[in-house]
């Protein structure tokens, strides 16, 4: 792991939207907040996938708080962290679920191929899949001193 060094002036890691694309295609696990019934923030570490289009698609039960949340306010948050580089993504963006159907002609090919460890919940009763487009984007490398950031 790197460790921080507030004499640590190396160059750090300041991504392209590209490069932003891999990183989050490297991570499996990152935590979403949605917006309760009161507007209070509720968090959820979640696995997920990365579409074609740079969007993410987690699956969840029905009846998650996550999944009752984002039928009444879109509006979501995810934290994408790798601990081991001291780098982090939070990104705002817009959630919606995505009818089974369409899930299965268009996204779970792709979504089971990045992450088979979700294939157990493929065929289970209950289940929804999320997909989040990104509005605001704040890429964080702090392994350097000053911290780099970089948004989209």
Not at 50 to 66: A, F, I, P, Q
Not at 90 to 115: C, D, I
Request: proline residues 5%.
């Amino acid at each position: 792991m790197n460790t921080f060094d507030e004499n640590n002036t190396a160059e750090g890691f300041r991504p392209t939207r590209e490069e932003l694309n891999e990183f989050i295609k490297g991570q499996v696990i990152g935590v979403i907040s949605t917006l309760d019934e009161n507007g209070a923030p509720m968090s959820a570490t979640v696995a997920f996938s990365v579409t074609e289009g740079n969007d993410l698609m987690v699956g969840t039960s029905e009846t998650s708080h996550k999944s009752q949340n984002v039928d009444r306010d879109s509006r979501v948050a995810v934290t994408i962290t790798n601990a081991e580089k001291r780098q982090t993504l939070q990104l705002q963006g817009t959630a919606r679920k995505v009818n089974e159907e369409t899930f299965e002609s268009v996204y779970a090919e792709a979504h089971f191929g990045q992450r088979p460890e979700s294939l157990p919940f493929k065929d289970k009763p209950g289940q929804c899949h999320i997909l989040i487009t990104p509005t605001h984007m704040r890429f964080s490398d702090c392994s350097v001193n000053p911290w780099l950031i970089t948004e989209f």
